[in-house]
């Protein structure tokens, strides 16, 4: 149960560092009034996008492979 749960952990570790790495996750912090606002911006289009492409790609692998 313990390595499940690690893989779990690492796996969404895995997903998070390539959308912020691949532009689908953006994070900006602000200080105003002696507050810090941290904003969390997700770009859907990017990721549908990316995944499009994904699909493409695999497709054309499938294809190759396959002639």
């Keep these: 149960m313990n390595r499940l749960l690690i893989v779990l952990v690492l796996v969404v570790i895995g997903v998070a560092g390539l959308g912020y790495y691949l532009g689908w996750f953006r994070v900006d912090k602000t200080n ?3 507050q810090t606002h941290i904003t969390l911006t997700v770009d859907q ?8 492409r994904a699909l493409e790609k695999v497709r054309d692998v499938g294809q190759s492979a396959k002639n």
């Design 32 to 34: 105003a009034d002696g």
């Design 45 to 52: 289009k990017k990721i549908q996008a990316d995944e499009k």
